[in-house]
């Protein structure tokens, strides 16, 4: 069956059909006219069936057309016709291969060919012959003794899938590599029992434990991980969540699977309503654990913070007590020394905490704390060759940190004043250990002047002495011994170190 080219073609073969049959009649034998009009008959058929198929043809959106078993276009329907740029009827009853030489040879073609010779109808996408970087889906089956064609241009889906695919694959790397959280989606039936994990990405198994492909086989393998004291109130959040159709935030803590460690998790889930009345939850997951840690951690220095202020102002009244303690009433002459004496212990306690800020309050190295109270003697003599330190590299806590500060700023100050370091030939060596005993383990601490003047005991006990003897004993638990030996100071500090 050859199909009309134009669809409105169809009506002038009615006519024509009409026009041949009057004639037919009025020419031919009463015996023959059976015959000649059961022929009229089934042209007037052939000719409504294909009026009506070339009006499907031209609704039917995609591009079509037909051709013959002489590679010859029978049919193109208008959207081909606008697809080509090129009028119909110039194409009509032309071979394809004439009127696009440029497939020779391409898979397109080939395909045809196939179709052709095995009578099986073909699904197939390809490059537009002639139009580079289009892209076509063709349905090519066997039609009337040769093939038809009907395809259209999906260039624009195609980039869009494409785009899709790739937007999909970076989303899923930076899923499956974020170095703290994991993103996963789940379902829930519309009475919220019935629960599947759609997707969770591959950091699961880094963040608790458990491989995520058997996260998704069984959701309750997370669950359980969740420490009981926590699972009523997530419960009651995703509920509530659920009702409002809002995003809900809740911290918890999990066991993590492979250590047996608790550890902290906050989740962020945002509900979606499907048409069918269930629910996908987004949701992404973030090991918190760090940050908690943080939080504690500057809570308690707070705390220590707050204590510590306390302390420093009783210190500070200590100080200016003391320092100010022998002026007489009236008198300003020892004003002057009085208030240089006040003035380079607040500075001693400030360096300590210079050391104790550094170090976010966690602790102090010892080095660090003698480095600093023998910072301002060190021009006393060359490279500092007076001041000798020894001992193994010590990490103590603020409180023994700023005590030492402050009990070294008195023993150096009274080493220039009357000591050691007053004289020339003078030297001071300081050196400490830790001890084990059955209380824990402790720090022994030396102090020794020699080359210094002859040393007496004093009369009376001055605030320095009172200070490191009694003041740092009291305050590090533990016992400190300031002896005058002729040769010069000792003293000896031994002090547990927890």
Same mark, same amino acid.
């Given at each position: 069956?050859?199909?009309? !080219?134009?669809?409105?073609?169809?009506?002038?073969?009615?006519?024509?059909?009409?026009?041949? *049959?009057?004639?037919?009649?009025?020419?031919?034998?009463? $015996?023959?006219?059976? $015959?000649?009009?059961?022929?009229?008959?089934?042209? !007037?058929?052939?000719?409504?069936?294909?009026?009506?198929?070339?009006?499907?043809?031209?609704?039917?959106?995609?591009?079509?057309?037909?051709?013959?078993?002489?590679?010859?276009?029978?049919?193109?329907?208008?959207?081909?016709?606008?697809?080509?740029?090129?009028?119909?009827?110039?194409?009509?009853?032309?071979?394809?291969?004439?009127?696009?030489?440029?497939?020779?040879?391409?898979?397109?073609?080939?395909?045809?060919?196939?179709?052709?010779?095995?009578?099986?109808?073909? &699904?197939?996408?390809?490059?537009?012959?002639?139009?580079?970087?289009?892209?076509?889906?063709?349905?090519?089956?066997?039609?009337?003794?040769?093939?038809?064609?009907?395809?259209?241009?999906?260039?624009?889906?195609?980039? &869009?899938?494409?785009? #899709?695919?790739?937007?999909?694959?970076?989303?899923?790397?930076?899923?499956?590599?974020?170095?703290?959280?994991?993103?996963?989606?789940?379902?829930?039936?519309?009475?919220?029992?019935?629960?599947?994990?759609?997707?969770?990405?591959?950091?699961?198994?880094?963040?608790?434990?458990?491989? &995520?492909?058997?996260?998704?086989?069984?959701?309750?393998?997370?669950?359980?991980?969740?420490?009981?004291?926590?699972?009523?109130?997530?419960?009651?959040?995703?509920?509530?969540?659920?009702?409002?159709?809002?995003?809900?935030?809740?911290?918890?803590?999990?066991?993590?699977?492979?250590?047996?460690?608790?550890?902290?998790?906050?989740?962020?889930?945002?509900?979606?309503?499907?048409?069918?009345?269930?629910?996908?939850?987004?949701?992404?997951?973030?090991?918190?654990?760090?940050?908690?840690?943080?939080?504690?951690?500057?809570?308690?220095?707070?705390?220590? =913070?707050?204590?510590?202020?306390?302390?420093?102002? &009783?210190?500070?009244?200590?100080?200016?007590?003391?320092?100010?303690?022998?002026?007489?009433?009236?008198?300003?002459?020892?004003?002057?020394?009085?208030?240089?004496?006040?003035?380079?212990?607040?500075?001693?306690?400030?360096?300590?905490?210079?050391?104790?800020?550094?170090?976010?309050?966690?602790?102090?190295?010892?080095?660090?704390?003698?480095?600093?109270?023998?910072?301002?003697?060190?021009?006393?003599?060359?490279? $500092?060759?007076? =001041?000798?330190?020894?001992?193994?590299?010590?990490?103590?806590?603020?409180?023994?940190?700023?005590?030492?500060?402050?009990?070294?700023?008195? *023993?150096?100050?009274?080493?220039?004043?009357?000591?050691?370091?007053?004289?020339?030939?003078?030297?001071?060596?300081?050196?400490?250990?830790?001890?084990?005993?059955?209380?824990?383990?402790? *720090?022994?601490?030396?102090?020794?002047?020699?080359?210094?003047?002859?040393?007496?005991?004093?009369?009376?006990?001055?605030?320095?002495?009172?200070?490191?003897?009694?003041?740092?004993?009291?305050?590090?638990?533990?016992?400190?011994? #300031?002896?005058?030996?002729?040769? $010069?100071?000792?003293?000896?500090?031994?002090?547990?170190?927890?």
């Amino acid at each position: 069956m050859s199909m009309p !080219s134009p669809a409105l073609a169809a009506s002038d073969d009615v006519e024509q059909l009409a026009g041949d *049959l009057i004639a037919s009649i009025s020419s031919t034998a009463r $015996g023959a006219l059976d $015959g000649a009009l059961q022929q009229a008959l089934a042209r !007037s058929i052939e000719a409504k069936v294909a009026a009506r198929l070339a009006v499907v043809l031209e609704g039917i959106g995609d591009a079509f057309y037909s051709l013959d078993a002489d590679w010859r276009f029978s049919y193109i329907n208008r959207a081909a016709e606008a697809y080509f740029g090129v009028p119909r009827q110039t194409m009509l009853r032309r071979m394809i291969w004439d009127v696009f030489p440029a497939s020779e040879g391409t898979d397109l073609r080939r395909r045809y060919e196939e179709v052709f010779a095995s009578g099986q109808p073909l &699904a197939f996408e390809a490059e537009a012959v002639g139009r580079q970087g289009r892209y076509l889906e063709f349905h090519v089956f066997p039609y009337d003794g040769g093939i038809g064609v009907s395809f259209r241009d999906w260039t624009e889906r195609r980039q &869009a899938e494409e785009e #899709l695919r790739a937007s999909e694959a970076r989303l899923s790397a930076l899923a499956n590599n974020a170095p703290a959280c994991m993103f996963y989606q789940t379902s829930h039936s519309p009475d919220f029992h019935d629960r599947r994990v759609l997707y969770v990405s591959k950091t699961c198994e880094r963040l608790t434990g458990i491989p &995520a492909h058997e996260v998704q086989a069984n959701p309750g393998l997370l669950y359980n991980l969740v420490l009981p004291e926590f699972r009523q109130r997530i419960l009651e959040r995703e509920l509530e969540a659920h009702r409002e159709l809002k995003e809900f935030a809740s911290e918890f803590q999990m066991w993590h699977a492979k250590t047996g460690e608790p550890r902290w998790y906050r989740i962020i889930v945002t509900p979606r309503r499907l048409e069918n009345g269930g629910t996908v939850w987004d949701g992404i997951q973030i090991d918190i654990t760090e940050h908690k840690r943080s939080e504690e951690h500057l809570l308690l220095l707070l705390n220590e =913070l707050n204590h510590r202020v306390k302390n420093t102002l &009783a210190t500070v009244q200590s100080l200016a007590a003391q320092s100010f303690r022998g002026i007489r009433t009236g008198s300003l002459e020892d004003l002057p020394s009085a208030y240089a004496s006040f003035e380079a212990r607040l500075f001693a306690l400030a360096r300590g905490h210079d050391i104790l800020t550094r170090e976010n309050w966690e602790g102090a190295s010892i080095s660090d704390i003698i480095a600093q109270a023998f910072a301002p003697y060190r021009d006393l003599s060359g490279e $500092g060759g007076r =001041l000798m330190v020894d001992g193994p590299d010590l990490r103590v806590p603020p409180p023994m940190a700023l005590s030492l500060s402050m009990a070294l700023h008195e *023993l150096c100050t009274n080493a220039v004043k009357y000591g050691a370091l007053g004289s020339c030939e003078g030297e001071v060596h300081i050196s400490w250990s830790t001890l084990k005993s059955a209380s824990g383990e402790r *720090l022994v601490m030396r102090w020794e002047e020699r080359g210094g003047p002859i040393v007496t005991t004093p009369a009376r006990k001055g605030f320095g002495s009172r200070l490191i003897q009694e003041g740092l004993a009291r305050e590090l638990n533990g016992e400190v011994r #300031l002896i005058y030996e002729p040769f $010069g100071v000792v003293c000896t500090v031994d002090v547990p170190l927890s």
